[in-house]
């Protein structure tokens, strides 16, 4: 059974950082990209970052780009997103997700395969 736990989500004042985790069991972690999704309420869910099976590539939303990484430990099962410059309208419920498609084609939240239950993050203004 595939699971995928993400923590590290909470309430941060605008210009602050936040680290997500996501950490993944029942898969082979290596063999899977992994990203990030966020879904604002009353909103879609739309991509965030996502990074190859290696960890070398990695792809960002416009939005993020300069502030936010993703990193992947594949001993430890585990992506990160490092949130810096943290927005007001970066707030939502954030989202891993693992897909077994390569990085270049696994772009839209419909190419992947597991998601995790979320996380909240909240930037005050």
């Known amino acids: 059974q595939v699971q995928l736990v993400e923590s590290g989500g909470g309430l941060v004042q605008a210009g602050g950082s936040l680290r997500l985790s996501c950490a993944a069991s029942g898969l082979t972690f290596s063999s899977y990209t992994m990203g990030w999704f966020r879904q604002a309420p009353g909103k879609e869910r739309t991509f965030v970052a996502r990074?190859?099976?290696?960890?070398?590539?990695?792809y960002y939303a416009d939005s993020v780009k300069g502030r936010f990484t993703i990193s992947r430990d594949n001993a430890r099962n585990t992506v990160y997103l490092q949130m810096n410059s943290l927005k007001p309208e970066d707030t939502a419920g954030y989202y891993c997700?693992?897909?077994?498609?390569?990085?270049?084609?696994?772009?839209?939240?419909?190419?992947?395969?597991?998601w995790g239950q979320g996380t909240q993050v909240t930037v005050s203004s």
């Open positions: 990074i190859s099976w290696t960890g070398a590539i990695t």
């Open positions: 997700a693992a897909s077994k498609k390569p990085l270049s084609i696994a772009s839209a939240h419909a190419d992947y395969d597991y």
